[in-house]
T-cell receptor, first 114, second 111 residues
Framework: EPEVTQTPSHQVTQMGQEVILRCVPI?????FYWYRQILGQKVEFLVS????????KSEIFDDQFSVERPDGSNFTLKIRSTKLEDSAMYFC????????????FGPGTRLLVL | SQKIEQNSEALNIQEGKTATLTCNYT??????LQWYRQDPGRGPVFLLL?????KEKRKERLKVTFDTTLKQSLFHITASQPADSATYLC??????????FGTGTRLKVLA
């Protein structure tokens, strides 16, 4: 069964450093998403992406964040200058459509900012 | 602002009983409501979707209801098993590319 994959599974970085989180969505999906989940808290929407551009973003997704689909398979989230409060689990998800379609989530990248 | 609340942080029930989880929302009119299961350290896994014009949906031992007047969805697991122990999330969506998740209910089924 097709699945969303994410790399790395864990990332430790120093405050102020840039990190890039990578995702490979399911191949025939058209909509891509990033979410984050701070330990013990709810899953929070960051951004959605369709047709090579951002469709919607939350207030969390400020200028420090960017997303890119550099080729036909990868979907990346970049955090330019990490802060302590960026420590969280980051999930990538993809869906075929957007009208209530099932989102398939990846296993997540656990980011720790020291 | 939009708010989604799930009835309790944790729910313990005996094996074989029916678990009922609640999702309430305010300041929102979702067209779709989804339920997900999340195990510790893992990504959410889709379980069921119900549309605003549907009252009830079933899948095996799972049942979801959606009351747009009460702004509430109920999620039932019948004949619960210890393997059903997990956190269950509701997520709402309407006509945009954004899904809003609830806080989750941690279910523990006791053998």
């Amino acid at each position: 069964e097709p699945e969303v994959t994410q790399t790395p599974s864990h990332q430790v970085t120093q405050m102020g450093q840039e990190v890039i989180l990578r995702c490979v969505p399911i191949s025939n999906h058209l909509y891509f998403y990033w979410y984050r989940q701070i330990l013990g808290q709810k899953v929070e929407f960051l951004v959605s992406f369709y047709n090579n551009e951002i469709s919607e973003k939350s207030e969390i997704f400020d200028d420090q964040f960017s997303v890119e689909r550099p080729d036909g398979s990868n979907f990346t989230l970049k955090i330019r200058s990490t802060k302590l409060e960026d420590s969280a689990m980051y999930f990538c998800a993809s869906s075929e459509g957007t009208s209530g379609e099932t989102q398939y989530f990846g296993p997540g990248t656990r980011l720790l900012v020291l | 602002s939009q708010k989604i609340e799930q009835n309790s942080e944790a729910l313990n029930i005996q094996e074989g009983k029916t678990a009922t989880l609640t999702c309430n929302y305010t300041n929102y009119s979702p067209a779709y409501l989804q339920w997900y299961r999340q195990d510790p350290g893992r990504g959410p896994v889709f379980l069921l979707l119900i549309r605003e014009n549907e009252k009830e949906k079933r899948k095996e031992r799972l049942k979801v209801t959606f009351d747009t007047t009460l702004k509430q969805s109920l999620f039932h697991i019948t004949a619960s098993q210890p393997a059903d122990s997990a956190t269950y999330l509701c997520a709402l969506h309407r006509g945009t590319y954004k899904y809003i998740f609830g806080t989750g209910t941690r279910l523990k089924v006791l053998a």
